[in-house]
């Protein structure tokens, strides 16, 4: 039972301390941030005179030591002028000037060795806070907070042998009230610990009881979310395998069926047997195309950071698509028209932006009854570019519209195999968007046609 008290009492020690560091940390970090902005604007205009005043009132109001250091690590401006013109090799220097970091922070206690002139005097501990400064153009150097700790860390060593006085004199007072606490304090450790290994052995339907309050009950209510989204993930998965498996075994099916009517019937007439061919041939198109739209998917999933980003002259990309569907939309009667605002231009890879337009108008075209009307537009508003692709055909029941972007969901499966779907079309479509940042809706009302709009922040100016 002291055992007990004395893990609480090591344990709250340490989350006090860890909260502590994070708060002085924190504020450390932002006093030297904007300290270093500060000295950032003034450091090429202003003289050694204004600049060392500034830094000593900046000091004095952070109650520690600036260092100023230019980009070679040398100190150009010490508020105790002791190091002004040495080379700093610190670490947390170091990560700034030459890592790549925007800010570094560090503590060091008495036995260390370093850069000793920087404790001018102090035997205690000392925390070391820089930050990078930038005039705009690059980084030009680093601003170097030095502040003490020592207070810090006495008051934490007195909290810790305050704990230790306590917990003693509580195991020994009450044996009772001690394991009532103790068992308060590790019940909800144990239920996590618990569900963690139900979790471990395939069950993810299992949640740890949220009781409590603080970090306890915090860390049961993020495991709760974790074990839920990793529940829907693995839900997910099951599904997508399911459906592959299907619409793979489908057309693979079919085909079986008809190369053993044509083997076992050797008198088939030639205009069935030519007929049964063609049907063949149209189900290894069909297995062809998801087979490609599931390989793209997966290389989106792969590559969603390798995206060639240039700049895309929108207006001319979306002529383009229209003038390469309209013959598809004429054959079959249909009107396909454009309203396409001039000279629009944004970032973004040129070929997926193609894709994302010419999907979801080639799908249009294929959802729209012969004689139909798909109408493609290019605006901008309200700072973004908005695609919309419009058609009157037969349009989404409005329990479906959640559900079309979801991978294998199609709203008329007989008709989607008719004409050569997949199922995966707008799937690939919203990750597509999603790439640059975009979004993606439906509107939709059975019999009346459908319209999807893809809005795109604008990152480029028009041409």
């Not at 039972?1 to 004395?6: A, N, V």
């Not at 006090?16 to 000295?39: G, N, W």
């Not at 054959?331 to 999907?359: C, F, H, W």
């Amino acid at each position: 039972m002291g055992l007990s008290f004395l893990v609480a009492a090591t344990g709250l020690t340490g989350v006090v301390r860890d909260y502590l560091f994070d708060q002085r940390m924190h504020e450390d970090s932002l006093l030297t941030e904007k300290a270093a902005s500060s000295a950032a604007v003034v450091f090429d205009s202003a003289d050694a005179e204004e600049i060392s005043g500034m830094l000593a009132e900046n000091a004095k109001m952070m109650d520690g030591r600036l260092l100023l250091i230019d980009a070679d690590g040398k100190v150009q401006y010490d508020t105790e002028r002791e190091m002004s013109g040495h080379r700093l090799e610190l670490e947390e220097v170091l990560q700034v000037l030459t890592g790549g970091a925007a800010e570094a922070y560090g503590t060091h206690t008495p036995a260390e060795t370093g850069e000793d002139r920087l404790r001018g005097g102090e035997t205690g501990y000392l925390a070391y806070s820089v930050h990078e400064m930038n005039n705009g153009s690059g980084r030009i150097g680093a601003l170097l907070f030095v502040s003490r700790i020592q207070g810090l860390m006495d008051s934490l060593n007195t909290v810790q042998i305050q704990l230790t006085g306590v917990f003693a004199v509580i195991a020994a007072a009450s044996l009772v009230l001690a394991l009532f606490l103790s068992q308060i304090l590790t019940k909800p450790i144990t239920d996590l610990s618990r569900t963690m290994r139900k979790m471990g052995k395939g069950d993810l339907s299992v949640r740890v009881p949220v009781r409590g309050s603080g970090e306890l009950r915090e860390l049961a209510e993020n495991y709760n979310t974790m074990a839920t989204q990793l529940e829907r993930l693995d839900k997910t998965r099951n599904q997508f395998v399911s459906n592959a498996s299907h619409e793979l075994k489908t057309p693979l099916t079919t085909m079986k069926i008809m190369l053993e009517t044509v083997m076992y019937q050797p008198d088939m007439p030639e205009e069935l047997k030519q007929e049964f061919m063609q049907d063949m041939n149209h189900e290894i198109d069909r297995l062809t195309g998801i087979v490609t739209d599931l390989l793209t998917l997966t290389k989106m999933d792969s590559e969603r950071g390798e995206m060639k980003k240039e700049p895309v002259n929108m207006s001319a990309l979306t002529q383009e698509v229209l003038r390469l569907l309209t013959p598809a939309a004429e054959k079959r009667g249909q009107r396909l028209s454009g309203e396409v605002e001039p000279g629009l231009q944004m970032t973004g890879d040129r070929a997926r932006l193609n894709q994302i337009l010419y999907n979801l108008t080639d799908n249009a075209i294929k959802y729209t009854p012969d004689g139909g009307e798909i109408r493609v537009s290019l605006r901008e508003e309200e700072d973004c570019l908005v695609w919309r692709v419009a058609d009157n055909g037969v349009g989404i029941p409005e329990e479906d519209q959640e559900h079309i972007f979801e991978r294998f969901y199609r709203v008329d499966k007989a008709r989607s195999r008719e004409t050569g779907g997949t199922g995966l079309g707008l799937s690939i479509v919203k990750q597509l968007v999603s790439m640059h940042d975009g979004e993606i809706t439906v509107s939709s009302e059975p019999g009346k046609g459908s319209e999807f709009k893809v809005v795109f922040p604008q990152e480029g100016e028009a041409e």
